[in-house]
């Protein structure tokens, strides 16, 4: 089965994590991140942040579902990461619902959980299309107007309406730089000024990575139907 960025959670987990998830050492891990800088993306695929140790707090890589279905891509180690994510979401149901107290109350938990990963498989190929298109945006270099962006992903409301849901998110700015994206999104839009009836005006375009980006967190705005190859591989 191929893996593919939809439902996916907001979990992330460390380099050891991963490592061992894939029965691997955590110098490979870092390895192929090195080696592939280019196909793995920051705040993506992974992102830096403050993790206690025994000896105290230090900066470490940790990685998102995204990014260790990713990962294993590279590595060829897909089945591992499936594996990996599974179990790690076996064992949140098991904190919440606490352990069970009987056979039959864990034959049942077995049952609903393997409902939710027949349920996430077939997510899985339903939306493949749309996650293929997505990831053959990575190695373009060509930025996208918004009108491509909701054309190519059917998104469900127009091109008003998804910037103003993007103000409203907090990823562009309304006042005084309209539709400017905030420090931190920057580098998934690209501004630029036009000549149109003799005057100047702005115009935002979305880059690769804001492509991926975008795809990836505004999923419930896409129609429920299989999107055409729109971008040449």
């Known amino acids: 089965m191929e893996l593919a ?20 050492t955590p110098e490979a891990i870092r390895k192929s991140k090195f080696d592939n800088k280019d196909k793995l993306i920051e705040y993506i695929h992974w992102k830096t942040e403050p993790v206690t140790t025994v000896t ?3 900066l470490s890589t940790v990685w998102s579902e995204i990014g260790v279905i990713k ?33 039959a109350e864990a034959l049942r ?14 997510k899985i190929e339903q939306d493949k299309p749309k996650v293929e298109l997505a990831e053959s945006i990575i190695g373009h270099r060509t930025n996208f107007s918004v009108k491509e962006f909701i054309d190519n992903f059917k998104i469900i409301v127009g091109k008003n309406k998804f910037l103003e849901i993007l103000r409203n998110d ?14 931190q999104y920057s ?13 100047s005006r702005e115009k935002i375009l979305i880059t690769p990575e804001g492509y ?9 705005l896409m129609e429920k139907i299989e999107v055409d190859y729109l971008i040449e591989q």
């Open 109 to 122: 938990l077995a049952a609903d959980q393997q409902e939710k990963i027949e349920e996430q498989a077939r």
């Open 170 to 183: 907090g990823i562009l700015m309304d006042y005084p730089n309209r539709n400017h994206p905030y420090q």
């Open 187 to 199: 580098k998934y839009f690209k501004i630029q000024r036009v000549i149109k009836n003799e005057e």
């Open 71 to 103: 990962l294993s891509e590279l590595m060829a180690k897909t089945q591992k990461a499936q594996d990996f994510i599974f179990e790690i979401r076996f064992q949140e149901e098991l904190k919440k619902r606490n352990l069970p107290k009987n056979f």
């Open 212 to 220: 991926v980006y975008l795809s990836k967190k505004y999923q419930n």
């Open 56 to 58: 105290g707090s230090k």
């Open 5 to 24: 960025f939809n439902n996916v959670s907001n979990n992330w987990y460390t380099t050891e994590q991963v490592a061992k998830g894939f029965d691997c």
